[in-house]
C-alpha cells in the first residue's frame, strides 16, 4: 500500500519527543512507532484530528500516496525514509541538547 507517513518531518519540526507526543494525542508511544514507521493499517479519524490539532497541520503534511507500480514511488520512498532518519537525528540531538543542558542546570545549583 502506497501510503507514506511524514510524522517523523512534522515532529521534527515541533521538536516533539515520541513520549510527548503519544501523551499529547493520547495513543501509546509504541503505537506513534508504528505510524513513523509506516507500519499502521488504519488511523482513526480522532486520532488524525488529534494528530494535526497537535501538530498544527493538515493531513495531507502528514499522509501522502503513491500509485501502485509508480517508479517514483521507489524513489519517493528512498527520500521519505532519507527525510525521516534526518528527523529522526534532528530529534535525538535536540533531545541530547536539553539533557545536558538540564544535566548542566542541576550542576550550577
Not at 506513534?32 to 488504519?42: E, M, Q
Not at 517514483?72 to 537525528?89: I, L, N, P
Amino acid at each position: 500500500m502506497p501510503i507514506i507517513i511524514n510524522l517523523d518531518v512534522e515532529l521534527a519540526k515541533k521538536k516533539l519527543s515520541v513520549a510527548d507526543f503519544a501523551t499529547a494525542i493520547d495513543i501509546t508511544p509504541a503505537n506513534v512507532s508504528v505510524l513513523k514507521n509506516g507500519r499502521a493499517k488504519a488511523v482513526r479519524f480522532s486520532t488524525l484530528d488529534a494528530i494535526c490539532r497537535v501538530l498544527e497541520c493538515q493531513p495531507g503534511d502528514i499522509l501522502s500516496w503513491v500509485p501502485d507500480g509508480d517508479p517514483s514511488a521507489d524513489d519517493q520512498a528512498t527520500v521519505e525514509q532519507a527525510t525521516r532518519d534526518q528527523a529522526t537525528h534532528d530529534q535525538a540531538t535536540h533531545e541530547q541538547a536539553t539533557d545536558e543542558q538540564a544535566t548542566d542546570e542541576r550542576g550550577n545549583d
